[in-house]
C-alpha cells in the first residue's frame, strides 16, 4: 500500500532544498501532514486544489513512516494518514507531476 501527498511546485522545490518538510501551509495549521489514500486522492484534489496545475504527487509507504503516522477521521468518517512529524526526503519512494486536463486532474494512480 502506498500513501500519497500532494505539493505545489513551490512547496516540492523547497522540500527538496532543505531535505524535509513541515508540509504545506494546511498542515502547518492544523500541525501534522496531510496524506492520502489512491482511493481518496480524486476527492482531495478536486476539494483541495481544483483547477491547479503545476502540482507534485508524492508516494510514501505508511509503514515507514510508522509510529508517526495515525489514520484519523476526516472526510465522512473515513480514515485519512496524518504524519506527526517532518516529511524527509528519504521518506518519499518516488514523485511525479499530475497532469492536469479538461476532465480534472490526472494522477495515473487507480484508486
Known amino acids: 500500500m502506498q500513501i500519497f501527498k500532494v505539493f505545489r511546485a513551490a512547496e516540492?522545490?523547497?522540500m527538496q532544498q532543505?531535505?524535509?518538510t513541515l508540509g504545506?501551509?494546511?498542515?502547518?495549521?492544523d500541525g501534522y501532514i496531510h496524506f492520502s489514500t489512491a482511493q481518496q486522492l480524486s476527492v482531495t484534489l478536486s476539494k483541495h486544489f481544483a483547477n491547479e496545475d503545476g502540482?507534485?504527487?508524492l508516494s510514501c509507504?505508511?509503514?515507514a513512516l510508522a509510529p508517526?503516522?495515525?489514520w484519523e477521521p476526516s472526510r465522512g468518517g473515513a480514515l485519512f494518514p496524518h504524519l506527526y512529524r517532518a516529511l524527509t526526503l528519504a521518506d518519499v519512494q518516488w514523485s511525479r507531476?499530475?497532469?492536469?486536463t479538461d476532465a480534472g486532474h490526472d494522477t495515473?494512480?487507480?484508486p
Open 12 to 14: 516540492w522545490a523547497q
Open 18 to 20: 532543505d531535505g524535509r
Open 24 to 29: 504545506a501551509p494546511v498542515d502547518l495549521a
Open 55 to 57: 502540482l507534485i504527487l
Open 61 to 63: 509507504d505508511p509503514d
Open 68 to 70: 508517526d503516522l495515525r
Open 97 to 100: 507531476p499530475i497532469g492536469l
Open 108 to 110: 495515473g494512480i487507480a
